[in-house]
């Protein structure tokens, strides 16, 4: 198993955004984290990165109890993390912004890895110049996943990736995660627009309030997951 949560519990302040839940991310796949507003995939992902802390519970990465230690050392272990909402560096051109997720690795390892990504998105190749925060808001979501894929992490965490994209920019970005993990990426995502996100997974899990309420493949939660979608 590359990731596995364990009894984990989220708060902030007085409020428990996630209560007890246990999630296993097994190498090679791509796992779904799916439910409405405020049922706590946020909240799960960030707590798996290191942004909040975790009040009770452990998060295991590769065999490694990384409940405690901090973000960076998260990120070199192998966990990469495109945010939800793009957050482009608006000022630095594409290619920049591709190549900070590569950071570290060498020049000859960020050339391959800009390489396959303009051959994954043309648009890498042909804006290469272009200030990030000029792009439309699916151009820039193309951009912030291009970053976190290029340091070809073991696991990639993606919050909400489809949010407020036309068709055109779901399907690049569908095909891109199905290419990434043919590459050998374990993929864990959050989404409310289940419909495009259970053509990619291979399990899930249905949250509701902080809690998780339904686990299994694909199958096995559809029904569920498509009711949250009109949540």
């Not at 999630?23 to 909240?43: C, F, M, Q, R, Y």
């Not at 190549?99 to 190749?125: C, D, I, N, V, Y």
């Not at 339904?214 to 498509?226: E, N, T």
Request: hydrophobic share 45%.
């Amino acid at each position: 198993m590359l990731l596995r949560i364990e009894d984990l519990w989220v708060r902030y302040g007085g409020i428990t955004a996630l209560s007890g839940i246990s999630i296993d991310v097994p190498e090679g796949e791509t796992v779904l984290l799916v439910g409405a507003n405020g049922a706590g995939k946020s909240s799960t992902i960030n707590a798996i990165i290191g942004l909040v802390p975790a009040a009770k519970g452990r998060i295991i990465f590769a065999g490694t109890d990384i409940s405690h230690i901090p973000c960076e050392r998260r990120a070199r272990l192998g966990i990469g993390y495109s945010p939800e909402g793009r957050r482009v560096f608006p000022t630095m051109s594409v290619t920049d912004n591709v190549l900070s997720g590569a950071f570290g690795l060498g020049r000859k390892r960020q050339m391959e890895a800009l390489e396959w990504l303009r051959s994954t998105f043309p648009l890498l190749h042909d804006r290469a110049s272009q200030p990030a925060g000029q792009l439309s808001g699916g151009q820039q979501q193309i951009v912030a996943l291009a970053r976190a894929m290029a340091s070809f992490p073991k696991l990639l965490l993606m919050d909400e990736p489809f949010l407020g994209l036309a068709p055109v920019w779901i399907k690049q970005i569908s095909d891109a995660i199905l290419q990434l993990r043919a590459r050998g990426t374990t993929v864990l995502m959050t989404e409310q627009m289940a419909r495009p996100a259970l053509k990619l997974a291979t399990s899930g899990y249905v949250m509701r309030g902080g809690e998780v309420r339904r686990s299994g493949p694909v199958d096995a939660i559809r029904d569920l997951a498509l009711a949250d979608e009109y949540l």
